[in-house]
């Protein structure tokens, strides 16, 4: 299976995608990673990368387009890819659908992770990780059962990521819907997008998922 996994920060896209990752073999292509792992191994394709953000521009639609090429080479044919980042325009779409071609694959699924906004800025606004152990707890829903002691470790320690304000929850939730309104009607074109209640349990939605894939 090969598909777009769609969702805003904090809908449960990352935890989703690492579920299908171990569970059923597949990989995970996202743009972002990709980028920073090519640059770092000092590919053709990740010099070319680092030569245009080394000069404050973005990366071109060609050279992502090469990346996910030779991800796709370097893949066993039976293996799944979930694709994360990409498509974000027609463009892309339609560029996607090209090369899954040259490598005898198909889109299968378009999966978005619905979310109601603002049960999302209450998510993310309160959550916050233990400093030393990484644990994750929530001021309303999954606080420590020994007020500031972290239930794994035991450390007093907690931090909270800076960006996680109703601000830049609300914000991140623009500009998704601006990224995702240019592709999803060239998908729906097709019957291939589905939708899935990103609010409910971890595995309430990874049970939906399955059953789309299955």
Same mark, same amino acid.
Request: hydrophobic share 40%; charged share 25%.
């Given at each position: 299976?090969?598909?777009?996994?769609?969702g805003p920060?904090?809908?449960?896209?990352?935890?989703?995608a690492n579920r299908l990752v171990e569970e059923r073999g597949m990989v995970q292509l996202s743009t972002g990673d990709m980028l920073r792992a090519a640059v770092k191994a000092g590919t053709?394709?990740?010099?070319? &990368?680092?030569?245009?953000?080394d000069r404050g521009e973005l990366v071109s639609d060609e050279i992502v387009s090469e990346l996910i090429d030779a991800e796709l080479t370097a893949m066993d044919a039976g293996t799944? &890819? =979930?694709f994360d980042g990409y498509p974000r325009t027609r463009a892309q779409a339609e560029r996607l659908d090209e090369l899954l071609d040259?490598?005898?694959?198909?889109?299968?699924?378009?999966?978005?992770?619905e979310v109601d906004e603002d049960a999302l800025v209450d998510r993310i606004t309160g959550r916050f990780t233990c400093a030393n152990c990484?644990?994750?707890?929530?001021?309303?829903?999954?606080?420590?059962?020994?007020?500031?002691?972290?239930?794994r470790c035991g450390s007093t320690d907690f931090k909270r990521r800076p960006d996680d304000t109703e601000e830049t929850v609300r914000t991140r939730m623009q500009e998704y819907r601006a990224k995702t309104?240019?592709?999803?009607?060239?998908?729906?074109?097709?019957? =291939?997008?589905s939708?899935?209640?990103g609010m409910a349990s971890i595995d309430e939605v990874a049970d939906k998922i399955d059953a789309l894939l299955s």
């Open positions: 299976m090969n598909i777009i996994l769609l920060p904090g809908a449960g896209k990352g935890t989703q053709p394709v990740g010099l070319k &990368a680092k030569a245009v953000m799944g &890819a =979930i040259k490598h005898g694959r198909k889109l299968d699924r378009v999966i978005e992770l990484g644990a994750g707890y929530h001021d309303r829903y999954n606080l420590p059962q020994v007020e500031g002691v972290c239930d309104a240019p592709i999803l009607p060239y998908y729906e074109e097709r019957g =291939i997008v939708r899935v209640d």
